[in-house]
């Protein structure tokens, strides 16, 4: 990305960049396995999934095309309901 | 949100806090109106959506429910659209 790159960006840049780092770990190198999906959450997500429930029932309804991996997209609806829940916790009572 | 959040936590929330910090400004707290949407484009994505075209059929495509502003989930399709441009940009080409 260019220089110069703004907070929002970096932050978009981050999430891309979280997933890879894990997907690259082991397997294929473009989805997370069972084990890279729950290292993430757990190394990253401490806070946001601490009341997530059991991983594995997660991961399943995460994993759409039932493949047991979690490619990008079905990462990014995770990201998607973690800043819903941001919404809701910060500023859903205001509204 | 508790104190030792990660990387990825915080830039989930930032992604958050910056579309309520531009849709605050006018009008409706929780949605952009056409100039907070703008605003947000030029001044915090002006590098990912530089090749972007006319700002109002970028809004009218992500504008599903046609009331002419941006609510939440229409911003989170954005950003989801940003996040695959990045991931193409920079690991589409190897896999």
Redesign the interface.
């Known amino acids: 990305?260019?220089t110069?790159?703004?907070?929002?960006?970096?932050?978009?840049?981050?999430?891309?960049c979280?997933f890879?780092d894990y997907a690259e770990k082991e397997g294929k190198?473009?989805t997370l396995s069972k084990a890279e999906f729950t290292k993430l959450v757990k190394?990253?997500?401490?806070?946001?999934m601490k009341d997530a429930g059991p991983l594995d029932e997660k991961l399943k309804a995460l994993d759409v095309n039932h493949d047991q991996e979690i490619k990008?997209s079905e990462y990014?609806t995770l990201?998607?309901e973690?800043?819903?829940g941001?919404?809701r916790?910060?500023?859903g009572k205001?509204?």
Chains 1, 2 share one sequence.
């Open positions: 990305m260019a110069g790159a703004t907070e929002l960006e970096n932050s978009i840049k981050n999430i891309v979280i890879f190198a473009n190394e990253q997500l401490p806070n946001l990008f990014w990201i998607g973690m800043g819903k941001i919404k916790e910060t500023w205001k509204k």
